[in-house]
């Protein structure tokens, strides 16, 4: 069964410092989604990709951070620099196409700003 | 006022017992919902799926959208310990954009 790869699992850094999240969609999924995911909370978007393109990005805190997927395949999130009220999991997910296919969820990268 | 509200729980139910999980939505407009359920430290897998309103089963599970109330339910029979996890609700107008729920965390007790 294709799945969504992500990585790293887990990532400990001390504020101010740089983090990098990937993630490889389903093969063939146009669509990609960054979410995070505060401790009892559910997911909210952080940016939406069709493609190579940013669809939504309203929710991004673009002052510090950034995402990209350039090819139109794997995507890269990026903070820096890192906060305290940074630390969440954070995750990716992917649809064939924007048309209400229901997300794919990889299994998140667990951050933790010290 | 959220999209999208969700009692946390916790819920704490009997093996065996029938499960009730809720959501409530305030766009009128949402025509997707989703259930996911997400084991601890793990991202959310998709239980069920449903379009516009009307009843979907899949096994065990049961989803019911009631749109004039704003309203969806999952419904889980014959609850089993390995169902213990937190259930998401998700959904959206469009396709393109999805409003989840807070989750509500689920025990069945052996």
């Known amino acids: 069964e294709a799945e969504v790869a992500q990585s790293p699992r887990y990532k400990i850094t001390e504020k101010s410092q740089a983090v990098a999240f990937w993630c490889d969609p389903i093969?063939?999924?146009?669509?990609l989604y960054w979410y995070r995911q505060i401790l009892g909370q559910g997911p909210e978007l952080l940016v939406q990709?069709?493609?190579?393109?940013?669809?939504?990005d309203s929710q991004l805190p673009k002052d510090r951070f950034s995402a990209e997927r350039l090819k139109g395949v794997d995507s890269t999130l990026k903070i820096q620099p890192a906060e305290l009220g940074d630390s969440a999991m954070y995750l990716c997910?992917?649809?064939?196409?924007?048309?209400?296919?229901?997300?794919?969820f990889g299994p998140g990268t667990r951050l933790t700003v010290l | 006022q959220k999209e999208v509200e969700q009692d946390p729980g916790p819920l704490s139910v009997p093996e065996g017992a029938i499960v009730s999980l809720n959501c409530t939505y305030s766009?009128?407009?949402?025509?997707?919902f989703m259930w996911y359920r997400q084991y601890s430290r793990k991202g959310p897998e998709l239980l069920m799926y449903t379009y516009s309103s009307g009843n979907k089963e899949d096994g065990r599970f049961t989803a019911q959208v009631d749109k004039s109330s704003k309203y969806i339910s999952l419904f889980i029979r014959d609850s089993q310990p390995s169902d213990s996890a937190t259930y998401l609700c998700?959904?959206?107008?469009?396709?393109?954009?999805?409003?989840f729920g807070t989750g509500t965390s689920l025990t069945v007790i052996p």
């Open positions: 766009n009128s407009a949402f025509q997707y």
């Open positions: 997910a992917s649809s064939p196409w924007t048309g209400g296919d229901p997300n794919t």
């Open positions: 093969s063939g999924h146009a669509t």
């Open positions: 990709f069709q493609d190579e393109s940013v669809v939504d």
């Open positions: 998700a959904m959206s107008a469009t396709g393109n954009q999805f409003y």
